[in-house]
DNA sequence: CTGAAAGCGCTAACAC
DNA sequence: GTGTTAGCGCTTTCAG
């Protein structure tokens, strides 16, 4: 690896004039400047970004710390965060829960030691004192998605998960259905991760005098296999709903190849709704009605803040951004 | 932030003690090891890993090139493989060509710059050529998933993607069809991106002494929605295939979405066979027939070829890996 | 067992 | 315009 003292050492000057030339600053006159580039080019000099890190105390790198990349809401999250980092000159770390021991926590602390510029972090999975702690000797952290936002005391984003369940509840009601199943996800403890989209289905049910039926709730894991398993557990009972409300669309799409595997048509005997907005729920058969996150206005909006948040310390501030129906052929009148 | 300094002025020793202590190397004596922990507790310092890396030459960081993590196949290689890599103390930069302006060429280069310790790529985007140039001066690259394998001048890791087309071809074949239709990927001079595929579904095509019908052919970009618009054309035109094997699965979920707004039932009416595998390819309606690409045998032989590239040099060598017929419910018998 | 000195590769003041 | 000096935070000989 050729250093600036190589190219200094064979154009007959000292490395300051060498970064000189190399960064554009300073004044160089134009005949040791083209002699110098000649000589950074026949040696392919290329320069350690890692030293300039240390002398800079900045690494032009965020991390991203989300629960699984297997979901495509994440996926697309990143994909879209890495396109408006990269425009910015960022790199990504990606650092998920799908490692096994890796706690929260540690991912975080890692990250730090690697010097990140800031972190994006989705997830209830990391407690908001463990970020708090991190974020103090200023880590720019920004928080997202969180399901019910608190007072927060560090910036953060996210969309109305409430109103978003109760869309998807009154577009079920809407349509005539009064039996209605719920798959969600809860936490060990049994706390709903969803819980804000339950909350906002109850809120729904309420205003035509419903209640959740205890017997409709099923809990799984947010992936698609979970609600495929699931989702056959709640369509094979007695008494099956007529329409399901699926916290995500991963598991939407598991209880409809559950639905299908037995037979069950969807919509004419099952309406399904899920939560995210995926790009792959606009191509099942049929499409999904789903509640819509916006992914790239999410991603726009986090990386804006936490650029801005590295430049100057950001007064810490709650941004939540509305959740909207996007309408499929998933879901249906009530047939009798 | 709090460096070794503060901690060896607190507690009264040197640099290099506070290092060989938090190092575990040396010799140091119990009573100056509880003080400088205990200080260094109290300061809370944390290692600057940039640091380090300048010094020790490694950084800890390998980099991931593939062309978009919006396509679910490289969204559970990257899953798989960061798993891998955070076992065994390594972070992943990931960089996809989503990234418009973003040539494979300046990619690899930025990951260069910043010094990872290795790199593995997916994607004909980036020459030979170029990647050698880049592997020269020991940057460890393991190359992935050409279609072709060559004669590769570092370490390769493929599948076998020409006999993964056969078994697409004589499977639809062995179900009688005789009509069969061809969803790839060209690039824009013409090329198949997807090549050996191709090539494997001709190979079959000869055993029965038939030829790929070229109105038969449609060519799109990897990805599901293209998959259904050009789908769509393919199945609304005069004499449509009764049988089509779509070259990944993204293309094939798009074609089975166009089936359905078109009312062509899958498979009575029409059979669709796909490529790689991804999880959600189970779970579609109905299950999609594929050729799997087992990813987390790739990501795991991957990996570790890297990992010991990193150590000492490798010699070039490529690894093919065998592709496998899928059964799912989107291919059937022929109907007449 | 502990410390002094040098250096990883680069940049930033400040002289000259 | 160009060079000198110092230092980012850490590790690594090598003396004592």
């Known amino acids: 690896m050729t250093t600036i003292y190589d190219i200094a050492r064979a154009a007959g000057v000292t490395a300051t004039t060498v970064s000189n030339v190399l960064s554009g ?21 290329s320069p350690n970004l890692v030293a300039r890190s240390l002398i800079k105390g900045r690494t032009g790198v965020l991390g991203l710390v989300f629960p699984s990349i297997d979901n495509p809401f994440y996926a697309e999250i990143t994909a879209a965060m890495e396109r408006l980092a990269y425009q910015a000159g960022f790199r990504i770390f990606v650092s998920t829960f799908s490692n096994g021991d890796q706690t929260g926590q540690k991912m975080l602390k890692d990250l730090a030691l690697r010097r990140v510029d800031g972190v994006i972090i989705f997830s209830a999975a990391i407690s908001l004192d463990i970020i708090h702690a991190m974020a103090l000797p200023h880590l720019p952290i920004i928080y997202c998605l969180e399901e ?7 910036p953060a984003l996210s969309y109305n998960f409430f109103q ?9 009601l809407s349509l005539g259905h009064r039996h209605i199943g719920l798959l969600t996800h809860m936490t060990d403890e049994g706390e709903y991760c969803h819980v804000a989209r339950v909350k906002g289905l109850q809120a729904a049910l309420a205003t035509y005098n419903l209640e959740l039926d205890s017997r409709l709730v099923k809990n799984g894991i947010s992936s698609v296999e979970p609600g495929k398993i699931v989702g056959r557990e709640l369509l094979t009972q007695p008494n099956r709903p007529t329409a399901v409300f699926a916290t995500n669309d991963m598991m939407a799409i598991g209880l409809m190849a559950a639905a299908w595997e037995l037979n069950i048509q969807i919509p004419r005997d099952l309406s399904v709704i899920g939560f995210d907005g995926i790009a792959i729920s606009r191509f099942t058969t049929p499409p999904l009605t789903t509640i819509k996150i916006d992914i790239d206005r999410l991603a726009a909006e986090a990386i804006n803040l936490l650029l801005h948040n590295i430049e100057n310390p950001l007064s810490s501030q709650t941004i939540v951004l509305p959740a909207q129906l996007l309408a499929g052929a998933s879901t249906g009148p009530l047939h009798l």
């Open 25 to 45: 600053k300073g004044s160089v006159s134009s005949a040791t400047r083209a002699r110098v580039m000649q000589y950074a080019e026949e040696l392919n000099y």
């Open 148 to 154: 019910e936002m608190q007072a927060c005391p560090f």
């Open 164 to 172: 978003g369940g109760q869309l998807a509840g009154e577009h079920l």
